[in-house]
């Protein structure tokens, strides 16, 4: 697993150089080609071929990747914010209001996340990008609120929030000067590997036709157009499936490697 | 040990009542007129819309709403289907069977192929076979569950046209035929979503008992029972597997939200009529009541599942079943 | 009449994280005859866990014994043997235990299984002759009630009783020799006492010869027939117990008979022995205690003594002893 931090790293910069720069240097991913070459292999203009529709295979995996990465990390960014505020509160204090919020993340975490994820989608209808960040952030938040409250339980009672106490500081600047930043490093590396289940999700929800909708592309709904010409086309699936896949990789192996970084005394 | 299944049993049902309340709350909290959410953008006539009015409470206090939901609920009554304009307890009773194969054979598959694989992996660590265990495993988990189910339609039905691409029966199969045509046909239909939800899944069972067995296969009692010259096999199974177990059990209720992720894309792929796709279609046509029941049926199936994890984990365990 | 058990020239190494092939165990020489209990004593680092588990050979993985060594066992040479040929001996002829009784126990198997388990793994039926039987033994180890100790799960069992359990399970097979590897060392003092009864109850009414690990010397007075004191991987003295205790020769003998709390002496605290003992691959050269002794010559530093007799019965690896008693 050592050995699989740098390539997780590589990855990630592969993945993150083609969500960025990929969209400026390739073709317009939703018209059609001029000369309508329809399911075509590689060629020098299309270094991935072409699609049903005549569309160009990398230019809609570029920008495929760009709307996968961004709703992804603002996903994560939501899910980080609330997770590790609640998880503080739940964990960080004692009494009744600290209690309640426990009770809460635990009622949170008992729900299956595709549940309440399929629940709000019906209840919003078509999602843009943003309402979908929105949603999976949203049912994203539990996991990291309790490791979060995990680490605020442990560090409650360390030793130099205890000196703090000593010197004067308020439960509350305990809490927020002292005990949250410890809980950072954990936090962080939930959100890394919640990236890749949030990559998932969103191409998920976009294979079952109610994430992003074509001819937007998105690497789940290229999935999902791709079913149709197996076929025929099976690069088609491949092409972004593969791409998932890494990502999805990237994402873990970084988290794994943070991990490593961050709390090497426990593995 | 009574008094303490009966307070877990406590638990699990709050938790049921509680996530049914949350999910009822949620379609309600959201902007917009909830009856507008609840009708998309069909067409429905005045008096059908009245009596949805009426049944939602639109009007009415939420507390309201959600006390009538629950008492619906346990008569078994859980709303009625926008789309189908069926009973959606009735719709969700069609559809449970399939579900309960699919998953029930999944869990079977893993926590016996899993858990041997697992040992095996322990007693064995540094071999090949055991490395490319841990490694296969780990790759399929990464996959998504729906692109694993599409490669292997690609491979197992077109490529090399061994299994239907999707389905759980033959619908031109002879009403007449036989049991074991029946059955063969069952299972020539449950071949590919069954290895799809297996491969997707089975790495976790398969490292939680690798490293618990890594564990015990070192414990001196292990060392104890060969100085007494109990033979190999019974060690392994005796005493590096079976005290291995315990954490491993634990690990099943934490396992059955990842089936349900994995049962509604798999179930998608291969057009499975379970209640997996059923959610996913009915989250596509914003049936919102059959969203809610199957929703709740499917937080019931979890907490069920999770009780009786908890429940045989405590049984397999001496320390916990004597205190 | 043969004796035993002969182990000769026993070298056992390790792999370690600096060392692939560390030597814990130098070449040490000893015989067992039927009957006799020999004691092993030494303090931990030794080497006398690794020498007590090479003869049943259930050495850590990685552990190997070194080309010279000879085990025999009742005349058979056990070092050229298969783990398949190795395991009818254990238990039918060759029992051990082990230091902690509870973690010695399956703790997802009740107590009688696991007697039953000794039982039949030698090939005789289970059943309820086999049930009855473990009941037997359970009372022959001074259980007060053994159905119900039976019945049990071993968390549920005190420290003494465990151990007790253990020498059960160890007797099912009926060995011929029982290897006891620091046995009371986790227990209370005054369970440590019967535990020590007991096994010597048992060894006499079986004929079974036993060896017993352990780091304190005062346990093995008045019950031991031999004692083999063991620093850092090598024997340094062996004699039978009176004389050891009464005219012990080698300095380290010595010191460590000085440590022991005494009612008859003046001095109200033990006298340590200076500095700490060697760890494998750090030993010194020449005798490996001479950086301690308080009588180290010139000649100690250079070579290391071998095990010569002082007397018949009397063995101490010693410059110093050997040349005192003009060996």
């Not at chain 2, 104890?224 to 060690?235: H, S």
């Amino acid at each position: 697993m050592t050995r699989a931090r740098p390539l997780g790293i590589a990855l990630a910069l592969v993945v993150v150089m083609l969500a960025v720069l990929g969209p400026l240097l390739t073709a317009d991913p939703l018209t059609a080609t001029v000369d309508g070459l329809v399911l075509q292999g590689p060629t020098a203009r299309h270094w991935l071929g072409t699609d049903q529709f005549g569309r160009d295979v990398l230019a809609r995996l570029a920008h495929g990747a760009r709307l996968s990465l961004g709703i992804a990390g603002l996903a994560i960014g939501i899910a980080l914010v609330i997770g590790s505020f609640l998880g503080l509160l739940a964990g960080g204090r004692d009494g009744l209001g600290a209690r309640l919020c426990s009770r809460a993340i635990d009622l949170a975490l008992s729900l299956p996340r595709v549940v309440v994820l399929l629940v709000l989608v019906a209840a919003t209808g078509t999602l843009g990008p943003l309402a979908l960040a929105a949603v999976l952030g949203l049912t994203g938040w539990p996991a990291i609120a309790r490791l979060t409250r995990g680490e605020a339980e442990r560090l409650r009672h360390a030793p130099y929030v205890l000196a703090a106490r000593t010197l004067g500081a308020s439960p509350r600047r305990q809490l927020l000067a002292h005990v949250l930043p410890g809980t950072l490093p954990a936090a962080l590396i939930a959100a890394t590997l919640g990236v890749a289940d949030v990559l998932l999700l969103e191409a998920g929800l976009s294979y079952l036709g109610i994430g992003v909708q074509p001819p937007t592309p998105t690497w789940g709904n290229m999935i999902l157009e791709a079913q149709g010409h197996l076929a025929t086309a099976p690069r088609l699936l491949l092409i972004p499936a593969l791409a998932l896949v890494t990502a999805t990789a990237a994402a873990t192996l970084l988290g794994d490697a943070l991990r490593a970084r961050l709390s090497p005394h426990r593995r | 040990m009574i008094g303490w299944v009966l307070r877990r049993t406590a638990a699990a049902v709050a938790l049921v009542v509680l996530g049914t309340i949350v999910l009822v709350v949620l379609v309600h909290l959201l902007p917009g007129d909830p009856l507008t959410a609840i009708i998309g953008d069909r067409a429905i006539d005045p008096a059908a819309r009245d009596a949805l009015a009426a049944r939602w409470g639109i009007g009415r206090p939420l507390p309201t709403v959600v006390a009538d939901f629950l008492r619906n609920a346990l008569h078994g009554d859980l709303g009625t289907s926008l789309a189908e304009q069926r009973p959606v307890a009735t719709i969700l009773r069609e559809r449970l069977g399939p579900t309960i194969l699919l998953g029930g054979t999944t869990l079977l598959v893993n926590f016996t192929v899993g858990l041997f694989l697992g040992t095996w992996s322990a007693l064995h660590p540094e071999s090949r076979r055991a490395r490319a265990i841990g490694a296969i495993s780990l790759a399929t988990y990464t996959i998504p569950a729906f692109v694993i189910g599409l490669g292997l339609v690609w491979l197992g039905a077109i490529a090399l046209p061994w299994f239907p691409a999707g389905g759980a029966s033959d619908p031109l199969l002879d009403p007449e035929a036989g049991l074991v045509a029946v059955l063969l046909d069952r299972a020539h239909h449950l071949a590919l979503p069954l290895l799809t939800m297996v491969l997707a899944t089975i790495a976790v069972p398969i490292r939680q008992q690798r490293s618990a067995a890594l564990e015990t296969a070192h414990a001196a009692w292990v060392v104890a029972a060969r100085a007494r010259g109990v033979a190999p096999r019974r060690v392994a199974w005796q005493h590096v597997w079976r005290p291995a177990l315990s954490p491993v059990i634990t690990l099943l209720g934490l396992w059955l939200p990842m089936l349900v992720s994995g049962a509604v894309f798999v179930e998608a792929v291969f057009a499975w009529p379970g209640i997996g796709s059923l959610l996913a279609t009915a989250t596509a046509q914003r049936d919102i009541p059959l969203v809610i029941g199957t929703g709740v049926v499917v937080i019931l199936l979890v907490q069920v599942g999770s009780l009786l994890a908890d429940i045989l984990q405590r049984l397999l365990d001496p320390v916990q079943r004597t205190a | 009449m043969t004796p035993l058990l002969e182990v000769e020239r026993l070298q056992v190494t390790v792999p370690t994280p600096g060392d692939p092939d560390m030597v814990a165990v130098d070449g040490v020489s000893f015989a067992v005859a039927r009957g006799e209990f020999v004691a092993l004593v030494g303090e931990s680092g030794c080497g006398k866990s690794l020498t007590a588990l090479a003869i049943p050979r259930l050495l850590p993985s990685g552990a190997r014994l070194g080309p010279d060594t000879s085990i025999r066992f009742d005349g058979v040479e056990l070092t050229p043997h298969p783990e398949s040929a190795m395991r009818p001996l254990r238990g039918a002829r060759i029992a051990m235990i082990f230091q902690d009784p509870l973690a010695s126990l399956n703790p997802v198997m009740r107590v009688a299984d696991q007697i039953v388990e000794a039982i039949r793994a030698h090939g005789t039926s289970g059943g309820a002759r086999a049930e009855a039987r473990a009941i037997e033994l359970l009372s022959e180890v001074g259980i007060a009630d053994p159905s119900r100790c039976a019945a049990a799960w071993p968390h549920q069992l005190s420290g003494g009783m465990r151990q007790r359990v253990m020498i059960a399970i160890a007797l099912a097979g009926e060995p011929d020799l029982l290897v006891a590897d620091e046995p009371t060392t986790a227990l209370d003092a005054t369970v440590q006492a019967q535990i020590l009864e007991l096994l010597d109850t048992v060894r006499r009414a079986r004929g079974m010869a036993m060896v017993l690990i352990t780091h304190d010397l005062a346990i093995v007075a008045g019950r031991a027939d031999r004692v083999l004191v063991m620093y850092a991987g090598r024997i340094v003295e062996a004699a039978a117990t009176t004389a050891l205790f009464t005219t012990p020769a080698h300095p380290y003998t010595r010191a460590l008979l000085a440590t022991l709390p005494r009612l008859d002496r003046d001095a109200l605290l033990p006298d340590p022995i200076p500095g700490a003992v060697p760890s494998p691959g750090r030993w010194p050269t020449g005798c490996r205690f001479h950086p301690r002794c308080t009588r180290a010559r010139a000649a100690c530093h250079e070579a290391i003594p071998p095990l010569d007799p002082i007397t018949a019965h009397h063995h101490v690896a010693c410059w110093v002893a050997s040349d005192e008693a003009g060996a």
